[in-house]
């Protein structure tokens, strides 16, 4: 069913039993070293699912609120930025904040590092410097727009509240929970054992070479999170049976809550989700990350309990095998 030529992992679960598991290529390319179930990935902007969730706990806890805004919360100088938008705002990708990395102007993510060194980028605060002196992109609400920084903002507001790095939090509240031992934020230049090299395909010299200087060298709000394929089905199971959050505000969580479904395949925006329109049923749920050498995806289908995780470290189309996945199972 699926690519023979796709490289790195696909694991798929259904009402707690493995229907399908594989792990192809390599971690390592040089020295030949398999990628397996259980090799750590790097999945881009994935995280910011995690991050949605450790907000999502602080409001049940009372300790935030939907409404809050990003002036109260965070003792920055604004600039031009609204200081009234909201957390469900940043939430939601409708802030208007200046994004660092707009998709819509900018190709690929390694061009923010011709002026500014990616080494630099190992706190969320380290990322404000690419936009906190920008124009609002448009008012806050007014439209959704998919929106990198506004993560890293809900980051700093999880630091501002816990009083420690947002990933030592995220460990601690939802990683430790779900049993994930080996997810979690890696340095670049500092990464532990069994995590796979990313490579990205050079035309000119027909061969590859690592992202080392294409991404940031820790992950941030915005996404960076090492994770296996294993624990992404943790991290679902938990979710959904009530132990992170409540199974009323996973409810609201995988509600459409912006966007307009103009993609129907993209579909709409909950809270570190995306939504796909089902109208034969409940709706689908995903959440995804592309960087250079790194694409990703995890779906979870509430009308078959299916849940599913792809990963490549060669930036493969996790998509078109997804697909495969819903024509077969859905």
Request: proline fraction near 4%.
């Amino acid at each position: 069913m699926f690519d023979t030529k796709f490289r790195g992992a696909i694991y798929i679960v259904q009402n707690n039993k493995v229907l399908y598991k594989n792990a192809t290529s390599f971690s390592n390319l040089p020295n030949q070293i398999p990628n397996t179930i259980d090799t750590k990935f790097a999945s881009a902007s994935a995280g910011k699912v995690f991050v949605a969730v450790g907000i999502l706990q602080l409001i049940e806890q009372g300790k935030l609120n939907f409404h809050d805004t990003i002036g109260n919360l965070l003792a920055l100088d604004w600039h031009s930025i609204d200081k009234d938008i909201t957390i469900k705002q940043l939430l939601t990708h409708t802030s208007g904040v200046p994004d660092y990395f707009d998709e819509n102007t900018m190709e690929e993510y390694e061009e923010l590092w011709k002026d500014y060194p990616n080494y630099k980028i190992r706190h969320n605060a380290d990322l404000l410097p690419l936009f906190i002196h920008k124009p609002m992109m448009y008012p806050r609400g007014e439209r959704f727009q998919y929106n990198n920084s506004g993560y890293v903002l809900l980051a700093m507001i999880l630091e501002a509240i816990s009083g420690i790095e947002f990933d030592q939090y995220l460990k601690t509240t939802i990683f430790d929970v779900c049993n994930m031992k080996t997810t979690g934020y890696y340095a670049l230049d500092k990464l532990p054992a069994n995590c796979a090299e990313n490579y990205i395909y050079c035309p000119d010299t027909r061969d590859y070479r690592t992202n080392i200087y294409s991404v940031d060298a820790k992950g941030t709000g915005a996404g960076g999170a090492f994770i296996t394929v294993k624990d992404i089905t943790q991290f679902w199971i938990n979710l959904i049976n009530g132990r992170l959050i409540s199974k009323e505000l996973f409810t609201e969580m995988c509600h459409k809550q912006s966007g307009n479904g103009a993609d129907p395949e993209e579909g709409y925006y909950g809270f570190g989700v995306w939504i796909i329109d089902n109208p034969d049923g409940n709706d689908f749920a995903y959440f995804q990350g592309l960087d250079p050498g790194v694409s990703f995806i995890s779906e979870y289908n509430p009308n078959n309990n299916m849940i599913s995780v792809l990963v490549s470290n060669y930036g493969d189309n996790v998509w078109k095998e997804m697909r495969k996945i819903r024509e077969h199972f859905y």
